[in-house]
């Protein structure tokens, strides 16, 4: 046993560095194709930004580093202990669990970032950490995971936490974090590219898109949700939408 507890925390950290390289892999295709994306559809939008976008890709390649070391801690505690829920049977778990599974991690995460992120806009929190974020103005695609390493952290360990109480398939999983890392890029654009009659539909109203969190950006005191706008509207701090 203690013959394999040093390999065994060595692997670990092999799994911690190899998810770091992943998540900023990751990070670097999806806003690297969405910046792409938007010099072709809204050619010059970002012209003027190229310290902000610097600036941004040095703190989000910080923030993967610290996302990685949770990610692959989980990825070895599944492959190599059976640690977590995490299943790859499809047999193991009714198949309705499947989408009620991606509904319940989406929003868990998005009420753990709700109230982090309005935590994170308390004035001494603010000064100290989730100002980075906001030094993103106007946001970019490049800005998703533009992250002082406090604020890093507390967006780090939510998933990983998640794994170890309700049970999800490993695709499901990479769906999730498929749908993490596109809304986070696509809400901070600076740009709508989703259609007018979905975001103006009564769907539209509880998903939030670049023109919900823009105004985020712009007011700072409202609109403080990742997926869904249900914490916005139950707490009161739903402003609409911006014209970015």
């Known amino acids: 046993m203690a013959d394999a507890f040093g390999p065994g925390i060595a692997a670990a950290w092999i799994s911690a560095i190899a998810m770091t390289a992943i998540v900023g892999l990751r990070y670097l295709v999806a806003s690297g194709f969405f910046a792409w994306l938007t010099e072709r559809l ?6 003027l ?3 902000q976008i610097g600036r941004e890709i040095r703190w989000s390649l910080l923030s993967a580093g610290i996302y990685g070391v949770p990610a ?3 990825a070895w505690g599944w492959q190599q202990r059976g640690w977590t829920m995490i299943y790859s049977d499809i047999d193991a778990w009714p198949l309705w669990w499947l989408p009620l599974s991606l509904l319940a991690y989406l929003f868990l995460h998005d009420t753990w970032f709700y109230w982090t ?3 994170m806009h308390r004035p001494r929190l603010f000064r100290l950490a989730h100002a980075v974020h906001h030094d ?5 695609a490049w800005a998703a995971m533009s992250f002082h390493p406090i604020e890093a952290v507390t967006g780090a360990v939510i998933i990983p ?9 490993v695709a ?3 769906l999730v974090l498929v749908v993490m890392t596109v809304m986070g890029t696509t809400n901070h ?10 975001v103006h539909s009564r769907l539209g109203n509880w998903l939030i898109t670049a023109s919900h969190h823009h105004r985020h950006h712009e007011h700072y005191q409202c609109n403080f949700g990742l997926y869904f706008r249900f914490w916005d509207h139950i707490c009161g701090t739903d402003r609409g939408l911006s014209s970015p």
């Open 136 to 140: 993103s103005r106007p946001p970019t």
């Open 117 to 119: 992120h309005r935590w």
């Open 72 to 74: 692959g801690i989980v």
């Open 49 to 51: 930004l190229g310290p």
């Open 42 to 47: 809204r050619p010059g939008r970002y012209a």
């Open 189 to 198: 654009m600076g740009w709508e590219m989703f259609p007018r009659r979905l």
């Open 161 to 169: 936490t998640l794994v170890f109480f309700i049970p999800i398939h």
């Open 172 to 174: 499901v999983l990479g």
